[in-house]
């Protein structure tokens, strides 16, 4: 406890990163300890957005709770594998009045994210609820945190490339994933990829070009995304890129309804 005051900036009482680095990438096959919800009705919204959310104590006295529950507002975007928290910062004051997580498997760095949403609250007053973060592997555990077609964006930012062929099986984008993604998404919901591996990039698209759940958001619709500009702006790995004038492969893609087979025939898609 003591050394708190020494892990944060003294002019902007932020969390300084030094004290909070970590591998790079970790391997999200391996068993790991930490709490996951049973399903998503078991997630504790009031911990990570008490502004949105009533305490325990309101929960047992308020007698409209159960219909009140049902308006309050639940997760609509994720970055998965969120880093430092960077997107999700800059995406808070974007959207103010949705709730975002960030799901983060290295423990320091969900920590260091924790801390300096906390932070940013208690520097700027009524700023900053709609955000959170989880330590937890997205890989196993998504269908955990999100009902079906619950979300409106996904993240997925910069991944592990996991450049040996035996490892592209612990990559975050592949077809068997993309089938919870759509689970999650909802219809018309997008999923923002973005690396500067060539080589991961071209994986991505393909996976989701080859998804019949998922359709390429038209060029045009791009560029009056205000999201696509966070994507290479907003995270430190992004900066970093940037600073070093490389190059980034983007795959932008929209879920799209099911279309419903009958008799071998192809009907009007369905959600």
């Given at each position: ?88 910062v ?16 290295r ?27 989880v ?23 910069f ?27 909802q ?44 994507l ?35 009907s009007?898609?369905?959600?």
């Open positions: 406890m003591d050394n708190k005051p020494d892990r944060q900036s003294k002019t902007t009482r932020l969390p300084r990163k030094r004290f909070y680095r970590a591998r790079a990438h970790s391997n999200p096959l391996s068993d790991s300890h930490f709490p996951v919800p049973v399903s998503p009705s078991q997630f504790e919204y009031s911990l990570h957005y008490p502004h949105f959310y009533p305490s325990e104590e309101t929960n047992e006295t308020d007698v409209g709770i159960s219909s009140a529950a049902k308006t309050q507002p639940k997760i609509q975007f994720a970055d998965v594998g969120c880093g430092f928290g960077g997107l999700l800059s995406l808070s004051t974007l959207f103010p009045d949705t709730l975002m997580i960030g799901m983060e498997i423990d320091k760095v969900s920590e260091y994210v924790k801390e300096r949403i906390l932070a940013l609250r208690v520097a700027n007053p009524g700023q900053y609820q709609n955000i959170s973060v330590r937890t592997n997205s890989m196993k555990y998504i269908p955990n945190y999100f009902e079906k077609a619950q979300l409106l964006k996904m993240f997925f930012l991944p592990d490339p996991h450049f040996k062929e035996k490892n592209h099986r612990r990559r975050v984008i592949s077809m068997h994933l993309l089938d919870e993604y759509a689970y999650t998404l219809v018309g919901g997008t999923i923002y990829t973005i690396t500067d591996v060539e080589e991961l990039g071209i994986w991505m698209k393909s996976c989701l070009e080859e998804h019949p759940l998922f359709e390429a958001v038209p060029r045009e619709e791009l560029e009056v995304d205000p999201v696509v500009k966070l290479t702006s907003a995270t430190e790995e992004g900066q970093k890129v940037a600073r070093n004038g490389g190059q980034t492969y983007q795959a932008v893609y929209r879920r799209i309804a099911a279309p419903l087979v009958e008799n071998g025939r192809v009007p898609p369905v959600n």
